[in-house]
C-alpha cells in the first residue's frame, strides 16, 4: 500500500495573533530607546594632537610618525614569521607521517616503486619505439616531405639528420619547408626568414586556423548579441598555396601523390591539416605528442596527406634550451626541477626587459623570483600563500611552445649551406615546383595579415639546428641498446681469441706429452725396435690426440664419435 504524504504544518498566522506580535515590538523598542536617552551618550574621546604653540612640535609628529611604521613593520614581520612556521610544522607533520607510512609499508612500497620503475622505463622506450616507427613509415610512404617550421625559431625547428636522410634518399623524394605561425612575428623578420629559406627548399608561409567554426556559433552569438572578432582564430592563410603547389606537383608526375607531414613538437603539423579541410579531421592541443601514430586525410583523388608523430630530440647532441622547447617528452611527466631549469634555459635566451614588460613583473633576481611573482600575480598559490613553482613554470613553458607569445629570432648574417646541400641537391628539390608563382602566393600572403609590432615582440636568440634521433632513413634506437651491442660484439672476439690461445696451448701439451714419454721409454733401456715401435705409437697417439681436438671444435656437441677409441 503506498504510504500518504505528510503536509508540513503551515507557518500562517490570524491576523490578530500577528498584530499582537508586531505591538510587543515597537513597546520594546521604545523601552530601549528610552533606557538609552537616560543614560546618555558617551562620545569618545578625541585625540587633541600636539599643540600648535608646543615647541618641537614637528619632531614631535615624525617620532610618532615613526613609531607608527615600526609598529606596522614589526606586525607585518610577525605575520611572515608565523606563516613560516606554520609552513614548518606542516612540513615538519607530513615527513613524520611520511616516515611512519614507510616504516609500516616499507617492502610493499619498495617492490612497487621498482615495477613502477621498471615499467615506466618500458613504457617510455616502447613510446620512442612507436614514434620512431611511424615516422619513419611516413617518411617512406610520402612523395613529398613538408618539414613545418615555427616562423618564431626556423632554424631551432630543423632536423640536420632528417633533411639528409630525404635529400640523400633517392627516388625522387621531394622536401618542402612550410613556415607556420606566421601572424606571431614581426613583418619584417617574417619576410627575412623566407628570403633566407627559399634560397636551400621551396618555402610556403602558413597561418593556420587554430579555433575552428561550430554550426551553432554564429546562431548563439547573434542571440547573445555579442561582439567577438573570430577572424584571428578561425580563418587560415597559406592553404590554397599550399594545395595549389602540391596539386600542380602531382600533374607533372601524373599519378596520385602522398604526402607526409613531419616536425618537432608543438610547430602545427595537425593544425595545417585541420586547416586545409577546414574541418578538425585531427586531435590538436597545447600538450606535447598529442599525435601517437600515423593517419591519412585524404584531400582528393589525387592527393593524400599522412600526420606524423613529432621528431624525438637527441639529448645527448643537443642544447638545454633546445630540450626545453622541442623535446617530446610532457611538462607534467617531468619534475619541478627539471621544469625550472627548463624555464631557466628560455628565458637566459631572452632580454630580460622584454619579458619583464611582456609579463607587467617588476625586476627580478633569478628564474624562482620571476616565477613566484608569476604565481602572486595569477593566484596559484598554495596552502599557507606559498607560490606553486612547479605549475606556473608548467605554464610558461606551454605559452612558450603554444600560439600566446609573440618572440623572434634573426636569420644567420651569411647563407652557409649545410654539408648535405649542394647545388645540384638544391636544383634537385626545386625540380617540378612552379617558383614564381609560390614566390606571389607567399606575397599575398604576407600582405593579407596582421603582425605584432618589433616593439611588443620578444628578441630570442635561437641554438641553431636541432639535432633528431634519424640516420640513413633508419632511426637510431636508445644509447643502452646501442652500447649492449658493441658489448656482445666485443665479448665474441674475446672468446674467438680465447678459443685460438686454448687450442694453441692444448697442442703444446700433446708435443710435451708426447717428448716426455719417449725420454722415459729410453731410460728403461728399451731396443732400438722397441724404441722406434714405441715412437710410431706416441706420434700416432699424439697426432690422434690433435686430430680429434680439431674435429671436436668443428663437429657438434652431439657427435658420439671419439678418435681416442675408434681410429685405428
Known sequence: MKRPKLRKASKRLTCHKRYKIQKKIREHHR?????????????????????????????????????????????????????????????????????????QTEGKESSS???????????????????????????????????????????????????????????????????????????????????????????????????????????????????????????????????????????TQNKAIQVGLVGFPNVGKSSIINSIKKDRVCDVGPARGVTKCMQAVRIDKQMKILDSPSIVADPTSSDSVTLALRSIIHT?????????????????HCNKQQVMMFYSIPDFKNTEELLSLLAQKRGMLRKGGVPDIENIAKLLLCDWTGAKISYHSEPPASQILPPYLTEDKIAEMQTGFNLKKLEEENSSTV????????????????????????????????????????????????????????????????????????????????????????ENEIAESGLANSLSFSLDKTAGEDDAYDFNTDYV
Open 113 to 251: 616503486k621498482s615495477e613502477a620503475k621498471k615499467t615506466k622505463k618500458v613504457q617510455d622506450k616502447n613510446a620512442k619505439k612507436s614514434f620512431h616507427s611511424e615516422l619513419e613509415k611516413v617518411i617512406e610512404a610520402s612523395d613529398v616531405v613538408l618539414e613545418v617550421l615555427d616562423a618564431r625559431d626556423p632554424m631551432g625547428c630543423r632536423c640536420p639528420q632528417l633533411e639528409q636522410a630525404i635529400t640523400c634518399s633517392g627516388g625522387g623524394k621531394k622536401l618542402l619547408l612550410v613556415l607556420n605561425k606566421i601572424d606571431l612575428v614581426p613583418k619584417e623578420n617574417l619576410e627575412k626568414w623566407l628570403n633566407y629559406l627559399k634560397k636551400e627548399f621551396p618555402t610556403v608561409a602558413f597561418k593556420s586556423a587554430t579555433l575552428l567554426k561550430d554550426r551553432n556559433m554564429q546562431e548563439t552569438f547573434s542571440r547573445r548579441r555579442a561582439r567577438i572578432d573570430l577572424s584571428r582564430h578561425t580563418e587560415s592563410f597559406g592553404s590554397e598555396c599550399l594545395v595549389k603547389l602540391l596539386q600542380d606537383y602531382g600533374r
Open 447 to 534: 600582405q593579407a595579415l596582421k603582425y605584432p609590432s618589433p616593439a611588443s615582440s620578444i628578441v630570442f636568440q635561437s641554438a641553431g639546428m636541432t639535432n633528431g634521433k634519424i640516420v640513413k632513413n633508419k632511426v637510431v634506437e636508445d644509447e643502452s641498446e646501442w652500447e649492449d651491442l658493441e658489448t656482445s660484439k666485443e665479448e665474441e672476439d674475446f672468446m674467438e681469441t680465447d678459443d685460438d690461445q686454448d687450442s694453441v696451448e692444448e697442442e703444446n701439451d700433446v708435443k710435451e706429452e708426447g717428448r716426455t714419454q719417449m725420454t722415459r721409454n729410453a731410460e728403461l733401456g728399451m731396443g732400438q725396435t722397441g724404441h722406434a715401435h714405441s
Open 31 to 103: 523601552k530601549v530607546r528610552k533606557e538609552a536617552k537616560k543614560r546618555g551618550r558617551k562620545k569618545p574621546r578625541k585625540d587633541p594632537g600636539v599643540p600648535g604653540a608646543a615647541p618641537f612640535k614637528e619632531a614631535l609628529l615624525r617620532e610618532a610618525e615613526l613609531r607608527k611604521q615600526r609598529l606596522e613593520e614589526l606586525k607585518q614581520k610577525q605575520k611572515l614569521d608565523r606563516q613560516k612556521e606554520l609552513e614548518r610544522r606542516r612540513k615538519l607533520d607530513a615527513k613524520r607521517s611520511a616516515a611512519a607510512v614507510q616504516e
Open 332 to 348: 607534467g611527466d617531468s619534475c619541478s626541477v627539471n621544469v625550472v631549469k627548463a624555464v631557466d634555459a628560455v628565458l637566459n
